[in-house]
Nanobody, 118 residues
Framework: QVQLVEAGGGLVQPGGSLRLSCAASGNIFSINVMGWYRQAPGKERELVAAITSGGVTNYADSVKGRFTISRGNAKNTVYLQMNSLKSEDTAVYYC????????????WGQGTQVTVSS
């Protein structure tokens, strides 16, 4: 089993920045994809950004150029640096890990609220 613990959400003004972190613990496969999803009220959960264990990244078009996903040195931590935040970035952000053969296992964090408002 794998546990994902997020930190770093909060309230920020438009144009501001926040950094989310997610630490994974437990029986972690060496080959995995870690990412961030978000869900706003009344909307479906959507992929924000993801990074493979080899460092390949993928971003939603809506956050390209503003958000940066990265891994920690221990590879079991993932960060999301969010700059130039907009009100439409307001959502609950969830850390996600896909692992195992064919990425058959999926794990979720508990979610952290990000609110962008003046």
């Amino acid at each position: 089993q794998v546990q994902l613990v997020e930190a770093g959400g909060g309230l920020v003004q438009p144009g501001g920045s926040l950094r989310l972190s997610c630490a994974a613990s437990g029986n972690i496969f060496s080959i995995n994809v870690m990412g961030w999803y978000r869900q706003a009220p009344g909307k479906e959960r959507e992929l924000v950004a993801a990074i493979t264990s080899g460092g390949v990244t993928n971003y939603a078009d809506s956050v390209k150029g503003r958000f940066t996903i990265s891994r920690g040195n221990a590879k079991n931590t993932v960060y999301l640096q969010m700059n130039s935040l907009k009100s439409e970035d307001t959502a609950v952000y969830y850390c996600n890990m896909k692992a195992g053969l064919g990425y058959r296992y999926t794990y979720w964090g508990q979610g952290t609220q990000v609110t962008v408002s003046s």
